[in-house]
């Protein structure tokens, strides 16, 4: 099925340990995006990408790696986890031109211990 | 640059009422507008947008927006509120210098009572 999914859905991890949540999207859209969303701060942006190998930094890219070998994947990493990188995140993806809507996926809670 | 606000953090309405959820936005050239929705546990879904053209937008659900130039708003609404329509609502706009990302409002919580 054509889509966007994220995976895990649900993750507990330790203060320290590197995480990787994966985003894979089925409609080749150029453009991926990494949200995360927290109480009181909306959806701040973390890292976006414009094609493959193209990534550049959001809003709150601290602590946070990405990559894109392949169009249709966009890992995000947590190098060393922080109890501030409890949150849920939200992969996005989006053709280009500003009347593209963003799709989403159902995102992954993570939860730093 | 670019911003949506949306400056209520919860509607509450009575089923089969009209709902008005606000957001304002500020842009450099036209804006490209969104609302998405997010039920409990999911990501979120796109509604409706304005690109160009007709002031009132149709979307999913029975859910319209009107935008409004002078006002700089583009209000979501709904004739008849359903239960089903208790959710969290986004308004969003398009950045459009860069990265074709999504701006985001706070979040506007809307509960339909019965």
Not at chain 1, 69 to 80: G, I, Y
Not at chain 2, 88 to 109: E, H, N
Request: aromatic content about 12%; overall charge positive.
């Amino acid at each position: 099925d054509a889509g966007i999914t994220q995976s895990p859905r649900y993750k507990i991890t330790e203060t320290g340990r590197q995480v990787t949540l994966m985003c894979h999207q089925t409609w080749s859209h150029s453009y991926m995006f990494w949200y995360r969303q927290d109480l009181g701060h909306g959806l701040r942006l973390i890292y976006y990408s414009a094609a493959a190998d193209i990534t550049d930094k959001g809003e709150v890219p601290d602590g946070y790696v990405v990559s894109r070998s392949k169009t249709e994947n966009f890992p995000l990493t947590l190098e060393s986890a922080t109890r501030s990188q409890t949150s849920v995140y939200f992969c996005a993806s989006g053709g280009t031109g500003g009347n593209s809507p963003l799709h989403f996926g159902n995102g992954t809670r993570l939860t730093v211990t | 640059a670019q911003s949506v606000a949306q400056p209520e953090d919860q509607v509450n309405v009575a089923e089969g009422n009209p709902l008005t959820v606000k957001c304002t936005y500020s842009v450099s050239g036209n804006p490209y507008l969104f609302w998405y929705v997010q039920y409990p546990n999911r990501g979120l879904q796109f509604l409706l947008k304005y690109i160009t053209g007709d002031n009132l937008v149709k979307g999913s659900y029975g859910f319209e927006a009107e935008f409004n130039k002078s006002q700089t708003s583009f209000h979501l609404k709904k004739p008849s509120a359903l239960v089903s329509d208790s959710a969290l609502y986004f308004c969003a706009v398009r950045d459009m210098d860069s990265s074709y990302k999504l701006i985001f409002g706070s979040g506007t919580r809307l509960l339909v009572r019965p």
